[in-house]
């Protein structure tokens, strides 16, 4: 009696360890493959790993790359990390851009006079609100920075006419587009960052032909209000007026 009673404690034991060692005694085959991704504005690319059919995506910042059923979308110029809800795996996603019709200006707001110079060296032209830089670039040979009591505010480029296609996919790719008029050389554009849910905005881009330089001025100009972050609060007319003053 005694000996059966110790088979059976000795089966209860096995079985209970069998049942234990189930599915979780699996291997978690659940991996990426690769781990930084390099595309462009509107480029697609499905992740590389695998068992990845269950696993939600999150990007840090989705002005720069979204995800969908492991498909990365590419939006606009820049670097983002990618976060999965589970199993603790990330990569990074760098949207490059196709165009490079010249160098953005300085994008520090609130510089200072002397941070640009350091940055850029003696202008061609200076006076108590500006600053007029010529550039080796014969596509967008004027660079201009314009201060509100010492601190940069708005910054342009001024391109020739013939670089004007060019240009507007320039800048499509880096920001988001509010308003185009393609044939009078014209748009209104939005840098954004953060969830498309929750866009976060912190300067916006205009482009218009000038008649009285000649060419297509590009103004750069921060949000009015650092309490909002709505492009409303962008005024580009008055960065538009403050660079023409500049140049003249």
Known sequence: MKKEFSLMLLLATLLTFTACGGDDDEPDNTKLSQTSYTMYHEDTQDIK??????????????????VKNNVITGQYVGKTTVKSASKNMTFSVEVKPKYNTYEEPYLDWGASKSAIKAKYGTPKS??????????????????LY??????MSTCGVVCKVSTAYELGDFLVERYIPVKVDVDNYSATLLHCYGKISDPQIDYGVAMQYNSSIGGILVAYTHVNSSKSRSGDN???EAAFKSLESAIK
């Open 49 to 66: 790993g695998s068992n990845l059919s269950d696993i939600l995506w999150s990007s840090e910042n989705e002005f720069v790359a979204t």
């Open 126 to 143: 200076e006076d108590t609100s500006s600053l007029l830089y010529q550039t080796s670039n014969s596509n967008a040979p004027i660079m």
């Open 146 to 151: 314009v201060f509100e009591n010492g601190k």
């Open 234 to 236: 962008i005024d580009y």
